[in-house]
């Protein structure tokens, strides 16, 4: 029996009408619905704690939002045809199954050089096999090679559905109102010109406003100095889980994250052999939760102790500054840790985080937002605005983090400060 068209009710946009059986089939997909188990925003749940949303929550957004812009494409007469409006829907609908646990975590840790687009590819490849050609139009949208550029462009860019959604999602759970964007005026606002996708100029403050809220949102949210904390130290947890394992230490795990811990996999295996994209598929949030909460009693005092942090929301203290700290800060550090806790200074390295952010709201390099004028002209976002100056937010803002135990005396420089 061919499966029907459903009805879902979505907190932030309503009741959303999926308007083909083929969308369902596809998301009841068990790699599909592995997106409930993994978090949208990571560990933002400590700082904001509403925020315990999901990424399948994310992919439907997502897919509602292509629909309403595929259909207001269509009213002004672009040409989609049955075809492509599908596959853009189910590029939409799966861009972020190759997400790991708690989004970011495995793609900065154990698994490295990997980007979770790849890895979606390479599902959705897997998933085409399965439904017998059915996301073939889907895969080359997402690959952008497709002939018609603007169905990439909803997909993948600096004006996609992906975000669109993730700016009003995320702001509604963590009550953030700086990113409630007026998705719905710029959709009316799309238009293709030469094959690609542009907004009408009367969309241009609202425009506007999608960049501004972005800029706020990734500095109050995405980049929240506890939130960064808190991501670094999980990082840093499966990190020395992997060493211990493949040192030949016990360390008690899930099945599914096993062959993470125990294997050092690198790029070229990950992206060939099935088996390892089987288990990739079978790993969520509750994984990394179950062996985090175990791990808090072994033997390791690196491992235990970063453990029972994490858990217990004992998070590391954070500094954050325009320039890199240098090479005496972070020894210090290092040495008021080992000496704190009785640890190597290799061991303490552990305890100590440093690294750099980037906040870069628009860039006008490739993927810009282009916006239509009546007589026939374009102009990017940037130069087209003049109520504000977009240009200075096409600036990538750097900032430098140095991150420790907060029962860590702090450094005398920052005492000074």
Not at 242 to 264: I, K, M, Q
Request: proline fraction near 3%; glycine fraction near 6%; aromatic fraction near 8%.
């Amino acid at each position: 029996m061919a499966a029907r068209p459903k009805l879902l009710n979505d907190p932030v946009y309503g009741f959303i009408q999926l308007r083909h059986a083929d969308f369902t089939e596809v998301m009841d997909h068990p790699w599909v619905q592995r997106l409930r188990r993994i978090s949208q925003l990571g560990l933002s749940h400590l700082v904001y704690p509403g925020a315990v949303h999901n990424r399948f929550h994310h992919a439907i957004g997502a897919l509602f939002l292509m629909q309403e812009a595929l259909d207001s494409l269509r009213e002004k007469g672009v040409v989609i045809t049955e075809e492509e409006y599908r596959g853009a829907c189910f590029a939409i609908l799966l861009h972020d199954v190759g997400h790991g646990p708690f989004s970011h975590a495995l793609e900065h840790s154990i698994v490295r050089g990997v980007h979770h687009e790849e890895i979606s590819t390479l599902i959705m490849n897997e998933l085409n096999a399965q439904f017998h050609g059915k996301l073939d139009v889907a895969i080359e949208i997402f690959n952008n090679h497709h002939p018609k550029g603007f169905l990439h462009d909803l997909v993948s860019s600096q004006l996609d559905m992906d975000r669109m959604d993730y700016l009003r999602r995320d702001s509604f759970f963590t009550g953030v109102s700086e990113g409630m964007i007026s998705s719905e005026r710029i959709i009316r606002m799309l238009n293709v010109h030469e094959g690609r996708l542009v907004v009408e100029e009367k969309g241009i403050y609202s425009i506007e406003k999608f960049i501004i809220s972005r800029r706020l949102m990734y500095w109050q949210v995405y980049l929240h100095k506890t939130v960064l904390a808190a991501e670094w130290m999980m990082m840093r947890i499966l990190e020395r889980a992997g060493e211990l394992a493949r040192r030949g230490e016990e360390v008690w795990s899930t099945p599914a994250l096993a062959p993470f811990l125990n294997e050092d996999l690198d790029r070229a295996r990950f992206l060939a052999d099935a088996d390892v994209l089987a288990s990739f598929c079978a790993l969520d949030d509750n994984d990394l939760i179950c062996c985090i909460k175990a791990w808090q009693g072994h033997g390791d005092p690196v491992l235990s102790r970063m453990c029972r942090g994490l858990i217990d929301r004992r998070l590391f203290k954070i500094e954050l500054r325009n320039e890199p700290f240098d090479q005496d800060d972070i020894a210090e550090r290092l040495e008021a840790v080992s000496l704190a806790y009785g640890l190597s200074m290799e061991e303490a390295s552990f305890f100590v985080l440093h690294d750099r952010i980037d906040n870069r709201a628009y860039s006008t390099a490739s993927n810009g937002i282009t916006m239509l004028y009546k007589d026939g002209s374009v102009r990017d976002v940037a130069a087209a605005s003049d109520h504000l100056n977009l240009s200075t937010l096409s600036m990538t803002v750097e900032r430098h983090f140095l991150a420790y135990p907060k029962e860590i005396p702090p450094r005398p420089q920052a005492l000074k400060g």
